[in-house]
């Protein structure tokens, strides 16, 4: 399954693409963690992942570095680094600003299981080696993610309690990427 999946930087014209994928993917996230019905979240979810994507076309990935992963022609996932997201500043008192985060991580729903978010971890992981980028921050507040993170990442360094509401945590997880051997395991 994971030889027919190249890796690479989005291209403009993948645009119109990576904003369907996005839009498809968000929803039925949300949808998988029973929240449907936060139409104004999942608006402004998917308008940040547009902008953090726009971002990366104008700064040729100074600011925002998205890579991707194609099967064929069509996307299957995403991943992206830039600067810590506000949400990570204010609820880490500021703790984590200079770190990198490392975010907008999704596999299609047709493709999810299969190793892809792993391989692009990978990739991810290893492009910040180069760009000698040592740490990095990741957060979740979806409960189906958070399980696949902490199986990857161990606890989280911040952990929110009922952030979202009463059983709905948020979680952060701040790593060296030297100190992370469990990452290169697929």
Sequence with gaps: MLKNINIGRPHPDDKKELNHFFRAVIEDTFANEGLSELHDDIKNEISTKIQYLQSDYDSAG?????????????????????????LIKM??????????????IYVHPCHQGRGIGSLLLNTMILTLLNRGIEEFCLDSGFTNAQKVWTKKLGNPDYWLKDYWGKGSDHMIWKRNVREFPIIFSV
């Design 91 to 104: 609820t880490t008192g500021g703790d984590l600003t200079d770190i990198h985060e490392v975010g907008t």
């Design 62 to 86: 100074t600011d925002r570095y998205f890579l991707i992963a194609k099967m064929g022609q069509t996307i299957v996932g995403t991943i992206e680094y830039g600067e810590a997201s506000e």
